[in-house]
């Protein structure tokens, strides 16, 4: 009789009868449970917070297993990093290594420094060196999905479509360190409109509403029953100038003194920071429809030398599938193919457009100023208020000392 014993290898992913679920498994449970439909109610962390129309939660009970998540494997070669590979990175405002997606490769493999998304937390990060990036030590990550979920909070809107300063710090007071339950209101392609409710007297949004910082409704949140075009609600917010201003200002584009486009540094830097953001949201959405291609339409634009999204009105059609569209952080028109256009996401107006359109008052200008070489900076008065970019402001300029 043969003596040789026949082995069962049990499925790489299947713990045995009396064993408990692998903490991956139990994490799949977990999130396999909340689908975040509309009406479903979750208590979530909230993890990190841009403003009250663009904020991320997770399930708070994944906290405990994400040391799991977090284990660090081995340092990574610069030839396994490329846009959207995930991998674990030493996030400066966690003060540990987290979970990221990289989004932007910039310098050489011995000096190489990345922009990452931490896909578990919400948040950008820019610059991370190579050396503070590594593999992910779990090797069923890929089973894992990104649990950072995308909200806005419903009926809250800022006044005149800009958040006020306080808007921002005030919910991030209201909602602490503690738990929310979380309860779904809509459910669209990129983000939640979600209720929030914790130890504060109320629900978040009628705390913030009590406070001043929102403006509290149902209509800009409500879903229709019908299938009619809904008219174009949003608007750009322009810088709001008045005789007498001085800015201190960079060039943007324009080769005519009497036509050209600058931003006001802070403005800049605000969109700089803001940049990120919307090229990885807009990223996200479907290319815009032929059928919403239309002359005034406010669209994401991508631009292959940047390789970034740009906030931008289709000022011109071209053909079937081309348009002219004129980007508003920079002023200048490009002319692109349908296929990198996107939809312009409602949580985007809030920061200004940062362009300036001007024309320079006559005056003698060093060449430095007159040349209008794309970052210039220098100081702009200005000495009679224009219309947008309709028609632009006159201005004098003046070198900024010890620049």
Known sequence: MNNLKTTYRMPWNMAPDDASPSPVDQM??????????????TWV???????????????RILDPHMAVVEQRGTPI??????????????????????????????????????????????????DI?????????????????????HCQLANCFPFRGKWCKDATPSLKYYLGKERALLTVREKRSDICVVELQNSCPDELSKMMAYAGCSHYGYADNAVTRFNAPQGEKNFFIHKDLKVGDNLHVRVQSGNSLSGFFVADKKDYNVYLN???????????????PIGEMN???????????TCKYERGIIREILGEEKARVQLVDWGDTVDVHLILLRPMSSRFYYYPVTAI???MVDQPLPAAISRLLL??????TVVKVGDQFNIPHQVTAKVIKNY
Not at 48 to 54: L, R, Y
């Open 129 to 149: 060196p190579i050396n503070e990036i590594c593999t992910i030590g779990n090797s069923r990550d890929h089973e894992i999905p990104p649990l950072a979920v």
């Open 28 to 41: 799949r449970q977990i999130i396999d449970k909340h689908h975040f439909e509309v009406g479903s109610k």
């Open 295 to 305: 002359v005034g339409k406010h669209v994401a634009v991508f631009m292959h030398s």
């Open 77 to 126: 070669d610069p030839i396994g990093i490329y846009p959207q590979v995930k991998i674990l990175y030493k996030s400066r405002i966690e003060n540990k290594y987290v979970r990221g997606k990289v989004f932007f490769i910039d310098g050489t493999e011995q000096d190489m420094k990345c922009d990452i998304f931490a896909i578990d937390y919400g948040f950008f990060e820019k």
């Open 274 to 288: 803001q940049r990120v953001n919307f090229s990885y949201f807009s990223d996200r959405l479907q290319p815009l």
């Open 45 to 59: 962390g909230v993890t990190h917070v841009n403003n009250p129309q663009s904020f991320f939660v997770r399930i």
């Open 357 to 359: 359109y001007c024309a």
């Open 375 to 380: 970052g210039t900076e220098f100081v702009i």
